[in-house]
Each structure stands twice: as structure tokens, then as C-alpha cells.
């Protein structure tokens, strides 16, 4: 897997068990932060990166078998692939080529009671940085993500996110811990 691409996830991706990509490594990058928006082909809020020089996010990258990017872009079809040129750093023992999936310029927005942030995207999200970076890594998360002003539909009890995990009582109580500091606005769910 030396010479094969890698991809630098820094939202459900940290998450290893909502891919079975080998080769994961932690990994920061700079130049970049997380911010929720809602793109055209999601009915709901995701995360994307945009450029915000003085910044950094932590993440995993993970090599792309056999450099076959279209199981990666199918999963992440509403974003384009953008190469990391500068500000990776990584535990991998190489130093691969990287890639990092975001919206593109234009097409998309801020989330909405109508596009909403889901509470079940937050704890897939949340729990791999628990499980990558600890307490104080998943806090990162928080501090390097924009739009904590968005709304959050708790859909815990029958969550709509496709690759959602279940949470512990510990995990579950850091995540509400966490968007009470943040002051979240969080909406119950319909049925």
C-alpha cells in the first residue's frame, strides 16, 4: 500500500468502522477547517473543509487500494477530490500522495431547519475522534468545526444517518455534554 494514494478524512472517516480502508493513519493538515454545510444532494447538513490559513485539523488518511477511487467518490458524491499539496502531517512510514474531499465553490449552503445537521452524523463523527485522538482530541473537533449554530435533528432513536454506530453511555454523554457547551439547537425528530 506504500505507493498508493491515500485520502485524508476529517469527518466520518476518522471512524474506522464505517470503512474498511487499510493503512489508516493519524494525521493533521493545515491550511484547512471543518465546517457544516448543507450541498444540493443531501437533504441534510455534512461536513466539508475550506481553506483557513493559520488553521489545522486532525484526521485519519488511509490508503485507496490499488489507487481505485470510485467506491471513495461514489460514498462521497456530492464533494470533489482535491489533492493536499502542502501542510499533511502523518504516522504513515511513507509519504504518499493525499487527497481530500470537500464541496465545491458555489454549491452549497448553510444548513437549515429544512437541511439540518444529524445528530447521528455528530456521533459516528465524534466517536472516532474519541477512539483516535481521546477526550481532548474529540474537544478539538468541536473547537475546529464552524457552524455549531446550525440546527441538529436528534434522530438518535431511529437514526437516519446510513453508517451510523452505536454509542456507549460514555460517548453519548460527552456528545451532549459537548453541544450543550455549544449552546446547540437540537430539534426532536418526526416520525
Partial sequence: MQDAPHFFGYGSLVNRATHAYPSAHRARVQGWRRVWRHARLRP??????????????????????????????AREAAYRRERVTTGIRHEAPHRPEVALYRLPDGGHA?????????????????QGYLREFGQA?????????????APILDDRAAPRYPRHQGLGADERAFVD???RGLSARILPATA
Fill in 44 to 73: 441534510v447538513a455534512f461536513l466539508s473543509v475550506e481553506p483557513a490559513p493559520g488553521a489545522e485539523i486532525e484526521g485519519l488518511i488511509a490508503a485507496v487500494p490499488g489507487g481505485d477511487w470510485a467506491a471513495l467518490d
Fill in 110 to 126: 448553510a444548513p437549515s431547519a429544512a437541511h439540518p445537521i444529524l445528530l447521528s452524523y455528530v456521533d459516528v463523527v465524534v
Fill in 137 to 149: 482530541g474529540a474537544e478539538r473537533f468541536f473547537e475546529t468545526t464552524a457552524g455549531w449554530e
Fill in 177 to 179: 455534554a459537548m453541544l
